[in-house]
């Protein structure tokens, strides 16, 4: 079984990294940009299911280049990334919330938090998550730097994908 992931948020949020960690068990401090789109692949079993996530990380949204939403046609579940020390990156996010669900409506999502290494930095606030918690949101503290969470996120959006 196959199932593609795509990752959204704004520029430097750390979608990158969270896939090297998860796919490669790897973190670079170096700071490369995406251009377009980049594919990984990884083979997992969740629930007794062989899956293959096949995870598209998708250039960063700024204030000069928006996302194509056609990127995510076809994809079964998606990670909304900010980055926990910028309170602007979790408005992005949302923002591409509101994009994505125009595109591949019902499918599960799951906010990540980035940058829980750096959590005495951080501009977004508990109770923001917490409203969104509310609402029914997955929402997810990580640190692709440190490895914290970022196998609990992937493995628990694709349970979620399996489950719809």
């Known amino acids: 079984m196959q199932k593609k992931i795509c990752l959204l948020g704004g520029f430097g949020v750390g979608k990158t990294s969270l896939i090297s960690r998860y796919v490669h068990s790897m973190f670079s ?16 079993r969740v ?21 194509r939403m056609s990127y995510l ?20 996010a949302l ?11 019902n499918v599960p999502f799951t906010l990540i938090v980035n940058k829980l290494d750096l959590a005495a930095q951080w501009e977004i606030r508990e109770d923001l998550l917490d409203v969104l918690r509310q609402k029914g949101w997955r929402v ?4 692709a730097k440190t490895g914290d969470d970022v196998d609990q996120a992937f ?3 694709a349970g979620a994908m399996l489950e719809t």
Request: charged share 30%; proline share 1%.
């Open 155 to 157: 493995t628990g959006l």
């Open 47 to 67: 629930n007794e299911t062989d899956v293959d996530l096949v995870i598209w990380d998708i250039y960063g949204q700024d204030d000069f280049q928006k996302v």
């Open 95 to 105: 923002s591409l919330h509101d994009a994505a669900q125009d595109t591949v409506p």
């Open 29 to 44: 401090e170096k700071y490369l940009t995406t251009v377009g789109v980049k594919i990984d692949k990884k083979s997992v």
């Open 140 to 143: 997810l503290k990580t640190s």
């Open 73 to 92: 046609r076809g994809a079964s579940g998606y990670f909304l990334v900010a980055d926990g020390t910028r309170r602007q990156t979790l408005d992005t």
